[in-house]
């Protein structure tokens, strides 16, 4: 990765997540397993685009880029895979009109591999930012609940059982899918036009994956340059201290991990990693 790439630090976790999304997205948000910080993509949108522009979201899931950008004067395309969430970004995307969003949002059901044969031909070369998150694998966040005298119960912290779903694919399907649909957003894309993908590093097999590297690379594979990599906060700053914002999912892969006598600390950000179509081409 070249030494002189643009970085910056995004506090996108000044309040917590469920405050972030209180009122704003319908209650029914809570059940995906994984939804992409509203401040993150609020952030993105603002900095990578202007209102009236077109964003433009291949993964959507419950329509969180969608939503965001509607609410800031921006047009915005999702494609999910899967048609509950579908059905579920759509119905974000009305509560936002409701709220006085003055931007267009629609969704199409179909898979983001294929973004660029989904969305209406008239689009291509008009997209100024393509804002989306990739899943990290068929188990996440989610939703806990205490039981007395029997630990937690664990819901709505899977995908489908859907083989094509990219959550089930593995990390090599998962890159190479990643691979496909960035090419095809590349010629969505209006000259100048940029890429951003929230993502953060994970661990297999106990090594930890660079996955932002990874994505970074597909994305110069599909003629894509790579222009910052970003760090958004997923805990709050007061004053000089950090405020943990750790899900009960990532502390307890810490302390199973530390119960094994493998040293880990708890993600407190997420990579942007954002890459731009070369103005002129």
Same mark, same amino acid.
Request: with cysteine; charged share 20%.
């Given at each position: 990765m070249p030494t002189d790439l643009a970085l910056s630090v995004w506090p996108t976790a000044q309040q917590p997540a469920r405050a972030q999304r209180a009122g704003r997205y319908v209650e029914l948000s809570g059940t995906h397993p994984a939804r992409m910080l509203p401040a993150?993509? =609020?952030? =993105?949108?603002?900095?990578?685009?202007?209102p009236g522009d077109l964003v433009l979201d291949p993964l959507c899931g419950i329509g969180t880029t969608l939503v965001e950008?509607? $609410?800031?004067?921006?047009?915005?395309? +999702?494609?999910?895979?899967?048609?509950?969430?579908?059905?579920?970004?759509? !119905?974000?995307?009305? $509560?936002? *009109?409701?709220? !006085? =969003?003055? !931007?267009?949002?629609?969704?199409?059901?179909?898979? !983001?591999?294929?973004?660029? +044969?989904?969305?209406d031909p008239a689009v291509r070369g008009l997209v100024t930012l393509v804002l989306t998150s990739p899943p990290y694998g068929p188990s996440l966040h989610g939703q806990v609940t205490a039981v007395p005298g029997a630990g937690v119960r664990k819901r709505h912290d899977r995908y489908s059982n859907d083989p094509a779903n990219l959550a089930h694919v593995g990390l090599a399907g998962l890159l190479d899918a990643m691979r496909v649909m960035l090419a095809g957003v590349a010629v969505l894309l209006r000259p100048g036009g940029y890429v951003a993908m929230t993502v953060r590093p994970w661990w297999r097999q106990g090594r930890l994956v660079d996955l932002p590297g990874a994505l970074g690379r597909a994305g110069e594979d599909a003629g894509l340059v790579l222009y910052e990599r970003?760090? =958004?906060?997923?805990? +709050? %700053?007061? $004053?000089?201290? %950090?405020?943990?914002?750790?899900?009960?999912?990532? %502390?307890?892969?810490? *302390?199973?991990?530390?119960?094994r006598g493998v040293p880990r600390l708890v993600t407190a950000h997420e990579d942007l990693v954002v890459l731009r179509r070369v103005p002129g081409r």
């Open positions: 993150i993509a =609020a952030r =993105a949108i603002a900095t990578y685009s202007a950008a509607v $609410h800031l004067g921006r047009d915005a395309i +999702g494609v999910e895979y899967e048609q509950p969430w579908a059905d579920l970004a759509r !119905g974000n995307l009305a $509560h936002a *009109r409701s709220q !006085g =969003a003055s !931007g267009h949002g629609e969704v199409i059901c179909g898979d !983001g591999r294929h973004v660029a +044969g989904l969305v970003d760090v =958004a906060l997923l805990c +709050g %700053l007061r $004053h000089d201290a %950090l405020v943990p914002r750790a899900s009960f999912f990532a %502390l307890e892969q810490v *302390r199973k991990a530390r119960a």
